[in-house]
C-alpha cells in the first residue's frame, strides 16, 4: 500500500502516522484546516477535528504533494504520472502523463499546475481542467522553481548559484 495522509490541523502530533514509515511529502491546505503527508508506502487518511475519524483512504504514491484552492491535491504516483484529487471526494480528477516530471507549484486560481522535468531541463504549464500541456520553458538541469502567492512571478533556480524572476505567463 502506497499513498499520503490528509487530516486537520489540530489532531495530535504523536498520532502514529505510519510506523517505521517514513514521511516524504507535507503540505498544507489553504485555509490551514488539512494537512497531506506523503510518501512511497502509505495510505491516506484524512482526520476530522483531532479526533481520528476517517474521511479519505487513497492507495496511491504521493511525492510531493501540492494543496491548491477548492479541495485539489496533487501529487505524483511514481509511475510517471501526476494525478489532481479532489480532498472531499477522493475523486481522482485528472492523470497527466508527465514521464520524469514533478509537479511543484499551483497557480492562485488552481487551474493552472507548475511541473519541473528535471530530465529533460523543463518547465511545463498544464490546463488542469483540459489535461494538456500549455507550454514549456527550457531550463537547467537540477533546477527549482517557486510562484509568487499572487501567481505574478516565477522564480528559477539555476546552476551555478543565479536565480532568474520572471513573467510565467509570457
Known sequence: VVGFIVFRAGFPVAHPYAPGRAVDAIDFSPDGSLV???GSKITIHAWRDGIGEKL????????PIIFGPN????TANGRSTIE???TKTGELLRTFESHSSYPRVLS???KTLISIDHS???VI???IQKGEIMRTLDIARNSDIALSADG????LSEQPPVIQLRNPWT
Request: zero cysteines; a negative charge.
Open 152 to 155: 505574478k512571478l516565477l522564480a
Open 108 to 110: 492562485p486560481d488552481g
Open 84 to 86: 489532481v484529487w479532489q
Open 71 to 74: 479541495g485539489i491535491l496533487v
Open 56 to 63: 479519505l483512504e487513497i492507495d496511491e504514491p504521493a511525492y
Open 125 to 127: 504549464f498544464w490546463d
Open 36 to 38: 497531506a503527508l506523503g
Open 120 to 122: 529533460g531541463g523543463k
